[in-house]
């Protein structure tokens, strides 16, 4: 402060330097000071001497920046707070009419200058766009950023016009930032929906009302808090065809509403373990959704929805028994976003793709879409699609012979993972964890993790992996080599192949009927393993290359069983 009370009348021009930023350009200062061009450039020159200012290029294209931002927040310190705001008032004149794409590109600048001019109507309209803006690119903490100002200027003047409907707005993106940079089920995700309901049903916003619901559900249900996740995906489908009955929302609106809605069941329903009615709904989806009418669903919800629901459909394609029909729509919904280029939406594919690979046993595929996608989510700090990358690579690793480097990334994953107060697949990713300590011989580990995925399915409702999370005990038991291993381990087969038929998961029904047949060849009884394996491959029309459909013809044929030519010719 002493160095620029030195500079006398050249003080004046750092302190409009400094009101501008950081950085300013010598044709912006010129506009905003309003002085001849004489004094400006001797200002300048002595400031620069004088160290406080560095200097690109020549005026009229110069650019000047402050020595350190000390310097800078000194000189704007030592202006009145009425010329301070007189000065960011001039600066938003000067940027909107000099320069009005850049103040498109980067709306954050004029926010700031309303925000300190005063102008908190339109200082909250730029936060939004800037938080917007940043989140389209994958910027999400940037974005948070943004937002959060907004709401702060919001608050601040809570007599501005539409002030409700702005924080709506504003929290509405801010949802979905956070759920990109922290996490679906952190507490900060639920607080903001919770409060933006609040202002939905306040204002009678139907579209808000709808989007802080979707996103009360997403919290939850990542939570695996399933029996309130699936309460909310039916409320969304009500108020759905509600609006389809209304006059109020545009059809494209109305059939977005039931797209999203008939995912967010078809979702809740996979992970319940009831596949059929999830496959319903997921066609249901598909067949509404058009990438030219709702391409702003991505915006509105944070993925794109085509995508979404073909990588599920992928996913669940595997459940019912059709794994080359899974894989093609997995591939699809990666090509599809690659296509769209946002971030989120293609770490989403990326991961469902590792998903389906190790349900295929495609170990490299698994490694190499867990890669890919942890490249993206470590890039945009995407912190849900991060550590499931982790859990997933390390699980590929353990495969491939780097079990230590495996099991830290498991461990690390699961850990940082289950942090974020996220719960769903982790019966699933506790059974990857039991896999690969079991390979490297840590039964007991391998048991103990087991349990923890038994009472984790058994807390949250999560279904979709409990007919292998009882095979696989039955197969660990088994390990030891006691004979008195064998009856509870075939009573756990037993429970794990009820399980899978009841839940019409046929290639979770696959795995267990070979567990099991091979525990009856192994005692004696052939025809009961003939009898019990050859029925479940029959059922199957596709996948003949698979390893788990391999496998089981290879035992089929040693058993002596007739197979279908079309197996025959794959043995």
């Keep these: 402060m002493a160095r620029l009370d030195r500079m006398g009348p050249f ?34 020159n002595h400031l620069e001497e004088a160290g406080l200012i560095m200097r690109r290029g020549h005026p009229p294209d110069a650019l000047y920046s402050f020595k350190h931002v000390m310097i800078q927040n000194a000189a704007h310190a030592s202006l009145l707070h009425s010329e301070r705001r007189k000065l960011h008032s001039r600066i938003v004149q000067v940027l909107s009419e000099m320069y009005p794409e850049k103040s498109e590109r980067e709306p954050e600048l004029l926010a700031h200058h309303l925000t300190e ?30 937002l959060r100002r907004g709401l702060s200027v919001v ?44 202002l939905g049903h306040q204002l009678d916003d139907d579209e808000k009302v709808f989007a802080a619901t979707r996103g009360l559900w997403v919290c939850h249900f990542i939570r695996a808090d399933l029996t309130r996740a699936h309460d909310l995906s039916v409320e969304l489908l009500r108020f759905a065809k509600r609006q389809r009955l209304s006059e109020r929302p545009q059809p494209a609106q109305q059939t977005g509403y039931l797209i999203e809605a008939h995912r967010a069941i078809a979702m809740t329903m996979l992970y319940r373990g009831r596949f059929a009615a999830s496959q319903h709904h997921l066609h249901r989806c598909i067949n ?29 394609l ?69 550590q499931q990358a982790t859990i997933l690579r390390g699980w590929a690793l353990t495969q491939l012979g780097e079990t230590d480097e495996g099991l830290s990334q498991m461990r690390f994953g699961l850990d940082e993972y289950e942090a974020m107060d996220s719960w769903l697949a982790g019966c699933w990713f506790r059974c990857l964890l039991a896999e690969a300590y079991a390979k490297v011989g840590m039964r007991d580990a391998a048991l103990r993790a087991l349990d923890g995925a038994l009472a984790t399915a058994r807390r949250t409702g999560d279904h979709s992996y ?106």
């Design 117 to 146: 001019s005063g102008q908190s109507e339109g200082a909250a309209n730029f936060w939004l766009k800037a938080g917007k803006q940043a989140a389209r690119s994958g910027a999400n903490l940037e974005a948070i950023g943004h």
């Design 288 to 316: 509404l959704y058009s990438p030219d009418l709702h391409s702003d669903l991505m915006e509105r919800h944070g993925t794109d929805p085509g995508v979404v629901s073909r990588s599920y459909l992928g996913y669940l």
């Design 466 to 571: 409990l007919a292998e999370v009882y095979r696989l005990q039955g197969e660990i038991i088994l390990s030891d080599g006691d004979p008195a291993s064998v009856q509870e381990a075939e009573e756990l087969f037993a429970q794990s192949l009820a399980t899978a038929r009841k839940q019409g998961a046929l290639s979770w029904e696959l795995r267990t009927a070979v567990s099991l047949a091979r525990l009856s060849l192994e005692a004696g009884r052939r025809e009961h393993a003939s009898l019990l394996l050859a029925p479940v491959v029959g059922k199957f029309t596709e996948g003949f290359y698979t390893p788990d459909l391999k496998q089981a013809m290879q035992l089929v044929a040693e058993l002596g069983t007739d197979t279908p030519a079309r197996e025959q010719a794959d043995l």
């Design 11 to 44: 003080k004046r021009i750092a302190q409009i330097g400094a009101t501008i930023g950081r950085e300013f350009s010598y044709e912006t200062l010129r506009a905003v000071a309003n002085t001849p061009a004489e004094q400006i450039v001797a200002a300048l």
């Design 318 to 386: 595997w459940f019912l028994g059709r794994p080359d029909a899974a894989r093609q729509h997995s591939e699809q919904a990666i090509a599809n976003a690659e296509e769209i280029r946002h971030p989120f939406t293609l770490a989403f594919a990326l991961v469902f793709g590792a998903y389906l690979c190790q349900h295929l046993r495609d170990v490299e595929g698994t490694r190499d879409h867990a890669n890919r996608a942890m490249i993206i989510a470590s890039e945009h700090n995407f912190l849900h699609w991060k």
């Design 155 to 198: 608050h601040a003047s809570a007599g501005i016009p539409g002030a409700d409907e702005m924080e709506l707005e504003l929290r509405i993106a801010l949802g979905i930032s956070l759920i990109a940079a922290k996490g679906y089920a952190v507490q900060e995700v639920e607080e903001n929906y919770i409060r933006a309901l609040e």
